[in-house]
């Protein structure tokens, strides 16, 4: 089923929640809702859902207006982060619950929905598990259940509130593959929010980015982590520095010298320059580079990573090696991006972004 927002808003007591969101997504996609608390995530998967109503502005299922319809006519199946299960009812009676409550005409019959209970234990992978009780499973198991209690009303759509947030890092690391695969083989479009980055960019099909009730950007896992779109996706997403500079004849500056970066299309005054750690050099016998002083100097199992502090603007930026480079780090360096996003000031809303790539300038 598609679903397409158009020009949502909502907004609690004055205060704005989402400011005019529209989104399509498509049939059979899987998508994030990603962004820091408070971005409006949950209100967005809420209003799609039809537990809360929109301000103004609309929900289409397919060519169907959903956005006055309940949460019923809707036909969604949500999964929240805290297992909503019935704790008297046993597993099977739990999945079976939506089919349950369905109006006479449409009931199945007990056997049926017994025989529907054990399918659907059979697709999460917990086979056997029907006269157990929630307080008799793993968080992750009771998950699982909730997820075809969700698929057993027959979704048209899956919506998802963070429903691995409560769980251990490796179990919620599992389930994250788990759902991956499920999805693949019953092709709902699904709906997820999440806080977690590596959780979105490793999931979904496409990655919605959220920040204070707007949404950033929209794309497929590498085009949000290689070419993002706002300041505010470069830094959420990923590993990165930024720099302060001052465009002047297209060139970029920082301080008063030029560091060889093109900067075309950029009126003169000043900008943010983006890089991440991976994608800084550090250079000699170049004298059109940044100038910094390292600060600090820490190692993981795969990488070095140098920190510094830049010449003239107190910013520390990140500089990221492999971990058997043991050239010795101190003092002053000269770095060159190799890589880079320059956007413009944020006072300067109107001036477009440049990326560039090294050769930095010839
Ligand atoms: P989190 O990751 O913390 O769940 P979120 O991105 O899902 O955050 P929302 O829960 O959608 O964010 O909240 C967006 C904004 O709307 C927040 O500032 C929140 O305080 C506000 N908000 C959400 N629900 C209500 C409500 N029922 N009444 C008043 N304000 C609300």
């Given at each position: 089923m598609d679903i397409s927002v158009r020009e949502l808003r909502k907004t609690f007591d004055r205060y704005p929640a989402l400011h005019d969101v529209s989104l399509d997504?498509?049939?059979?996609?899987?998508?994030?809702?990603?962004?820091?608390?408070g971005s409006g995530k949950t209100t967005l998967l809420r209003l799609i859902a039809?537990?809360?109503?929109?301000?103004?502005?609309?929900i289409f299922y397919g060519t169907e207006d959903a956005s006055g319809k309940s949460v019923r006519d809707r036909q969604v199946g949500f999964v929240f982060q805290h297992y909503a299960l019935f704790k008297?009812?046993?597993?099977?009676?739990?999945?079976?619950?939506?089919?349950?409550?369905?109006?006479?005409?449409?009931?199945?019959?007990?056997?049926?929905?017994?025989?529907?209970?054990?399918d659907l234990l059979?697709?999460?992978q917990l086979p056997g598990l029907e006269d157990r009780y929630p307080s008799q499973l793993s968080g992750g198991?009771?998950?699982?259940?909730?997820?075809?209690?969700?698929l057993a009303i027959e979704p048209?759509?899956?919506?998802?509130?963070?429903?691995?947030?409560?769980?251990?890092?490796k179990v919620r690391k599992e389930l994250r593959r788990w759902l991956r695969e499920l999805h693949e083989r019953t092709g709902h479009t699904t709906i997820f929010v999440t806080h977690d980055q590596e959780e979105a960019l490793e999931l979904s099909d496409r990655v919605v980015v959220m920040s204070q009730g707007r949404i950033e950007q929209v794309g497929t896992p590498d085009e949000i982590y290689d070419t993002p779109a706002t300041p505010f996706v470069f830094s959420f997403i990923g590993d990165s520095s930024e720099i302060p500079i001052s465009v002047s004849g297209g060139e970029a500056h920082v301080g008063n010298r030029s560091i060889g970066v093109f900067?075309?299309?950029?009126p003169d005054g000043p900008a943010r320059l983006f890089v991440r750690p991976h994608d800084l050099d550090l250079v000699s016998d170049d004298?059109?580079?940044?100038?910094?002083?390292?600060?600090?100097?820490?190692?993981?199992?795969?990488?070095r990573f140098v920190e510094a502090e830049i010449d003239g603007c107190r910013s520390k930026v990140e500089i990221e090696l492999p971990a058997d480079d043991m050239r010795v780090f101190e003092g002053r360096i000269a770095l060159k991006p190799k890589r880079w996003k320059i956007f413009p000031d944020a006072k300067r809303p109107n001036s477009q972004s440049v990326v560039g790539k090294g050769p930095y300038k010839h």
């Amino acid at each position: 089923m598609d679903i397409s927002v158009r020009e949502l808003r909502k907004t609690f007591d004055r205060y704005p929640a989402l400011h005019d969101v529209s989104l399509d997504i498509q049939s059979g996609e899987l998508i994030a809702l990603l962004g820091p608390s408070g971005s409006g995530k949950t209100t967005l998967l809420r209003l799609i859902a039809g537990l809360e109503f929109p301000t103004s502005g609309s929900i289409f299922y397919g060519t169907e207006d959903a956005s006055g319809k309940s949460v019923r006519d809707r036909q969604v199946g949500f999964v929240f982060q805290h297992y909503a299960l019935f704790k008297h009812m046993t597993v099977a009676d739990n999945i079976g619950f939506g089919l349950k409550v369905r109006d006479r005409s449409k009931r199945p019959s007990s056997a049926e929905i017994r025989r529907r209970a054990s399918d659907l234990l059979d697709l999460v992978q917990l086979p056997g598990l029907e006269d157990r009780y929630p307080s008799q499973l793993s968080g992750g198991q009771r998950q699982r259940v909730a997820l075809a209690r969700a698929l057993a009303i027959e979704p048209r759509v899956l919506l998802l509130d963070e429903p691995f947030g409560a769980l251990d890092a490796k179990v919620r690391k599992e389930l994250r593959r788990w759902l991956r695969e499920l999805h693949e083989r019953t092709g709902h479009t699904t709906i997820f929010v999440t806080h977690d980055q590596e959780e979105a960019l490793e999931l979904s099909d496409r990655v919605v980015v959220m920040s204070q009730g707007r949404i950033e950007q929209v794309g497929t896992p590498d085009e949000i982590y290689d070419t993002p779109a706002t300041p505010f996706v470069f830094s959420f997403i990923g590993d990165s520095s930024e720099i302060p500079i001052s465009v002047s004849g297209g060139e970029a500056h920082v301080g008063n010298r030029s560091i060889g970066v093109f900067a075309e299309g950029l009126p003169d005054g000043p900008a943010r320059l983006f890089v991440r750690p991976h994608d800084l050099d550090l250079v000699s016998d170049d004298p059109q580079t940044i100038a910094a002083v390292v600060t600090a100097v820490r190692r993981n199992s795969g990488s070095r990573f140098v920190e510094a502090e830049i010449d003239g603007c107190r910013s520390k930026v990140e500089i990221e090696l492999p971990a058997d480079d043991m050239r010795v780090f101190e003092g002053r360096i000269a770095l060159k991006p190799k890589r880079w996003k320059i956007f413009p000031d944020a006072k300067r809303p109107n001036s477009q972004s440049v990326v560039g790539k090294g050769p930095y300038k010839h």
